[in-house]
């Protein structure tokens, strides 16, 4: 029986200046802001799009978190500090995650509130230890509620998050974590000279979380834990999106061919919360004729 692990609910960004990251996040994704809430020394920005969310944190006044998230920030920087994955059966998934030893933090039952709208969310939430989870930090969430989307403020606006691609030391363990322990399923585990790179790429409802790991490496030159690594977003055009961009004063790539075919990329260079950023059109789907 697999896990009841659904999608990725969202990924955490951090940053010292909220006002400054969510001006950049609006142009980059071309969408408004759909969440905003604040306490316990933090305040939180929410961009929600059809197959997750982008959170933005920050902090802000006095408070555990805000210390916890100062103390992030001291330590490793602005950028990508978590990814929590969203459950249909949050006690079931957590006495899996015990029965396989990764020690999940007792259920927590929590609540925010939208200074936006006033709307109401609850949810309920685990997570592991990072030596668990080879020294990333991950969540789990239970919600019934859906959160408002991000409405779009240009034609060329992102759709959805592609891949989350995490560095991984070592593969086979880390193949071993995301699939037999968490459950995804597996695509492809790719090893290519001409890249440099091993790949292994796990679905996880719509979208792709890729393990990377450069072939070479020895292990004394290895960073000890795994790494969040960046984000791909979709867009529908990819020349158009790059535009958009380029005319906003970002700092864009040209578009190339991607390595998955019939993709179209373009890597955005600058005022990206310090998280390496692809933009990435999708391979055309097939109409029911050609499958």
């Known amino acids: 029986m697999t896990t009841p692990i659904s999608s990725l609910d969202h990924v955490t960004v951090l940053t010292r200046d909220l006002p400054r990251a969510v001006d950049d996040a609006t142009v980059l994704l071309g969408r408004k802001v759909s969440w905003r809430s604040s306490g316990e020394g933090v305040a939180t920005a929410l961009f929600t799009l059809a197959n997750?969310?982008?959170?933005?944190?920050?902090?802000?006044?006095?408070?555990?978190?805000?210390?916890?998230?100062?103390?992030?920030?001291?330590?490793?920087?602005?950028?990508?500090?978590?990814?929590?994955?969203?459950?249909?059966?949050?006690?079931?998934?957590?006495?899996?995650l015990a029965r396989l030893q990764l020690q999940p933090e007792p259920i927590t039952e929590a609540a925010g509130t939208d200074s936006l709208s006033g709307a109401v969310l609850r949810w309920r939430r685990t997570r592991l230890p990072p030596a668990a989870a080879n020294g990333i930090r991950l969540f789990f969430l239970q919600r019934e509620d859906e959160r408002p989307l991000s409405q779009p403020t240009d034609p060329t606006a992102v759709t959805g998050l592609d891949h989350l691609v995490v560095t991984v030391r070592d593969p086979e363990r880390a193949a071993a974590f995301y699939g037999a322990r968490l459950g995804l399923d597996m695509r492809l585990d790719l090893s290519r000279a001409d890249w440099g790179a091993r790949l292994m790429f796990f679905r996880?409802?719509?979208?792709?979380?890729?393990?990377?790991k450069r072939l070479g490496?020895?292990?004394?030159?290895?960073?000890?834990?795994?790494?969040?690594?960046?984000?791909?977003?979709r867009v529908a055009n990819a020349d158009a999106a790059r535009a958009r961009l380029s005319a906003a004063g970002f700092?864009?790539?040209?578009?190339?061919?991607?390595?998955?075919?019939?993709?179209?990329?373009?890597?955005?260079?600058?005022?990206?919360?310090?998280?390496?950023?692809?933009?990435?059109?999708p391979a055309p789907r097939a109409s029911a004729a050609e499958q």
């Open 52 to 96: 997750t969310s982008l959170e933005i944190v920050a902090p802000e006044g006095a408070g555990p978190q805000g210390d916890r998230v100062r103390a992030a920030l001291d330590e490793r920087g602005e950028g990508l500090a978590s990814a929590c994955f969203r459950t249909t059966d949050i006690d079931r998934l957590t006495r899996r």
């Open 204 to 212: 996880c409802g719509d979208m792709i979380v890729e393990l990377a």
């Open 217 to 233: 490496d020895a292990d004394g030159e290895l960073a000890k834990d795994d790494k969040f690594m960046g984000l791909s977003w």
């Open 251 to 281: 700092d864009v790539s040209e578009v190339r061919v991607g390595r998955k075919p019939n993709t179209r990329l373009f890597t955005v260079r600058n005022r990206n919360g310090g998280v390496p950023t692809l933009m990435i059109e």
